[in-house]
């Protein structure tokens, strides 16, 4: 069973420039997470989509950052204008949702380092 | 909101040892409680889960034990090995995994050859 796919596996900006991350769920999976997960800390979680509704969005930067999910497959993660803070690793995962036990699958990630 | 806490931050034992590291919750809801394991520059991969209507459960060399009165988990490794080595984190969700993951904050193991 192929995995999360995620892309770029790297991204170097300057701050204040803009910056989108890409990520492939496994075939089937309704639910799509993004998770921020800063050096030395757990991932944390900034949005939620069950196919193309977003469930929770809490914890998301919504003056900087924008998630999208068209058609319910592929997922797109902007942030603009980027901070220094907001150097991290941001992970996808994904998961069939509505089971009763639903374990939650990752990507590779993406590092993006901010200038 | 749930959070998770995490002990010891870092845990160095010789190979062969057993290797503990523990986890405390703050909310009661919660039911599911996963472990994954993240090596250096790659994806945190699943290893051992539980949910909340059981005390402990197993898997070859690795073991997890939940205590819900207590708000508290365990990661048990027996028989470690140098493949062990890498940074565990705890979770814990609510509706059995179908909402987010509270992280705990990592424990970086090493085994000592």
């Known amino acids: 069973e192929a995995g999360v796919a995620q892309s770029p596996r790297y991204k170097i900006i300057e701050k204040r420039q803009s910056v989108a991350f890409w990520c492939n769920p496994i075939?089937?999976?309704?639910?799509l997470y993004w998770y921020q997960q800063i050096l030395g800390q757990g991932p944390k979680l900034l949005i939620q989509?069950?196919?193309?509704?977003?469930?929770?969005d809490s914890q998301l930067p919504k003056d900087r950052f924008s998630a999208e999910r068209l058609k319910g497959v592929d997922s797109t993660l902007k942030i603009q204008p980027a901070k220094l803070e907001d150097s991290a690793v941001y992970l996808c995962?994904?998961?069939?949702?509505?089971?009763?036990?639903?374990?939650?699958?990752f990507g590779a990630g993406t590092r993006l380092s901010v200038l | 909101g749930e959070n998770v806490e995490q002990h010891p931050s870092t845990l160095s034992v010789q190979e062969g040892d057993s290797a503990v590291i523990k986890c405390t919750y703050s909310?009661?809801?919660?039911?599911?409680f996963p472990w994954y394991k993240q090596e250096l520059g790659k994806r945190p991969q699943l290893i051992i889960d539980?949910?909340?209507?059981?005390g402990e459960k197993k898997d070859q060399r690795i073991a997890v034990t939940l205590n819900k009165t207590a708000k508290h988990f365990s990661l048990h490794i027996t028989e470690t090995q140098p493949e062990d080595s890498a940074v565990y984190f705890c979770?814990?969700?609510?509706?059995?995994?179908?909402?987010?993951?509270?992280f705990g904050t990592g424990t970086r193991l090493t085994i000592i050859p």
């Open positions: 909310d009661s809801a919660s039911n599911y």
């Open positions: 989509f069950q196919n193309n509704g977003v469930v929770d």
């Open positions: 979770a814990a969700s609510y509706n059995f995994g179908n909402e987010k993951l509270t």
């Open positions: 995962a994904s998961s069939l949702g509505g089971t009763v036990k639903n374990i939650q699958y």
């Open positions: 539980i949910r909340s209507n059981v």
């Open positions: 075939s089937g999976h309704a639910t």
